[in-house]
Every structure is written in structure tokens, then in C-alpha cells.
């Protein structure tokens, strides 16, 4: 007979892990990605027509600019707000240590998480840009690189927002956290503003930020010639992301 201890490990073992993991969340969050799909669509192209009203009449190159915006506009709130406000609610519920304590490693749990969220990014992200582009009569030039960069720029938010989410004990700030995110996400980053627009020291923060990084990775791969600073995008939300796993690793890691 084989011992327990040799069927909890290798590469076949994660898998199913990793499986039965994605089947209890989507399974779990399924109300949850359905209102996701809302209000992406309420953050992209609901924006974008607002913005419309503000503006009234654009130049071609103004109107492109907001429409290759949204994306970034559409993504970051399902990370950095609902992935925070899902933790959130399992701790409310108490159900946040049941979740930690089930049979799978660790590591598949969280890859659960990312991989959730981060596909529901994507139809509502393409629908609020299709939306946006026939709003404002906009050609895009779509190349392969929105692949790399829809996929990283969720993949960042998803992590910050796990992070978060984990490392605020009391749900009721994490709530608090992810309405201020929402607030500078409309109001204060440079997604569907240009940055030049800002103040010096604003811009600056911004560009260590992810938002705006965000932004200009998606911007460039929906248009010719319109952002610089490309590979520098990159570079900031590769290193979000990657220290958000680490305090997230970290946090998790501490849970016995």
C-alpha cells in the first residue's frame, strides 16, 4: 500500500491540488465574478461615456488616449478591490481559517486566487475596450504584446489585492483600503489623464506606482507610437508583483 506521505507530493499531487482548488473558487465566487463582470463594465466603458459628457467633442489622438486607458481602468479594481474585499468577507464569515485549513498546499490555494480573478479580468476588460472604441470612433492597433500585458497587468493587481488582503487583520479597514483605491483610481492616477498633467512630485510617485505603469504596458500594445517608457513599465509591475507574492508568502507562511 502506498503511504500518504508519498501520495501528497510531486508534480501530480499539485496538480490535482491546484485543480480542486480553482473548482471550490469558482465554484465559491461565482456570484462574486458576475457582479465583477458589472462593474468592470460601470469602471470602462461607464466611464468612458462620462468622460464624454465632461469633454463633450475630442480631438482623434485625445479620444484615443481615453479609449486605451480603459483597459487599465477596467482591470485594476478586480484585484485591488475585489480580491481584498473577497479575504475580507471570509474573515466576517470566519471562514477565512477553514479555507487555510484545507488538505492542499498552500501555494495552490493562492495560485487559485490569481488564476480566478485574473481570467475574470479579461471578458469584461475586452468588452468595456470594444464598448469604449465604438464610443469614441477609434481605430486601435492591436499588436501581441496585449497579451503580455493584460495578463502581467492583472496579474499585478491580483497579487497586491491578495497581499492586502491578507495582511490587514481587521476586514472592516481592508473595506476602508479598497474605497480610498477606488477613489484614486477615478480621480488621481494618470490612466485616462496624461501624466504631464500632473505635478511634478505626483507624477513621480505615480511612475513608481502600478497604476500608471499599467496603463502605459496596455496603452502600447493598443497603439502605434503613443506612450514611451515601455519597458520601464514593465519592469515597475514585474517588481509589484513579485514583492506582493513575497508579503504575501510571508504573511501566509507565519499561519500554523
Not at 154 to 167: D, E, K, P, Y
Not at 186 to 199: A, G, K, N, R, Y
Not at 200 to 219: E, F, G, K, N, S
Amino acid at each position: 500500500m502506498t503511504a500518504a506521505t508519498d501520495i501528497r507530493r510531486g508534480p501530480s499531487y499539485w496538480w490535482r491540488s491546484y485543480l480542486a482548488m480553482l473548482r471550490f473558487d469558482i465554484t465559491g465566487l461565482r456570484t462574486t465574478i458576475a457582479f465583477v463582470l458589472v462593474i468592470q463594465l460601470l469602471m470602462g466603458a461607464g466611464m468612458a461615456y462620462i468622460y464624454g459628457f465632461y469633454l463633450g467633442g475630442v480631438p482623434a489622438q485625445a479620444a484615443l488616449y481615453i479609449v486605451t486607458g480603459i483597459p487599465a481602468l477596467a482591470l485594476a479594481p478586480i484585484g485591488l478591490v475585489w480580491v481584498p474585499s473577497v479575504i475580507g468577507l471570509q474573515k466576517l464569515r470566519e471562514t477565512y481559517d477553514f479555507v487555510w485549513s484545507m488538505p492542499v498546499p498552500r501555494l495552490m490555494s493562492a495560485a487559485s486566487t490569481f488564476t480566478t480573478f485574473t481570467l475574470a479580468a479579461v471578458p469584461g476588460t475586452a468588452l468595456s475596450l470594444t464598448i469604449a472604441a465604438v464610443r469614441y470612433g477609434v481605430d486601435l492597433r492591436v499588436s501581441w504584446l496585449i497579451v503580455p500585458a493584460v495578463v502581467l497587468s492583472a496579474l499585478m493587481a491580483t497579487s497586491v489585492g491578495f497581499a492586502l488582503g491578507h495582511a490587514v487583520p481587521d476586514p472592516r479597514l481592508t473595506n476602508l483600503i479598497t474605497n480610498v483605491i477606488v477613489f484614486v483610481v477615478l480621480l488621481f492616477s494618470p490612466i485616462v489623464v496624461p501624466i504631464e498633467q500632473f505635478p511634478d512630485w505626483l507624477a513621480a510617485v505615480h511612475r513608481a506606482l502600478p497604476l500608471y505603469p499599467m496603463a502605459t504596458v496596455v496603452r502600447d500594445a493598443l497603439s502605434d507610437g503613443l506612450v514611451t517608457g515601455v519597458g520601464g513599465a514593465y519592469v515597475v509591475l514585474a517588481a509589484w508583483t513579485v514583492g506582493s507574492w513575497a508579503l504575501a508568502a510571508w504573511i501566509v507562511g507565519r499561519r500554523r
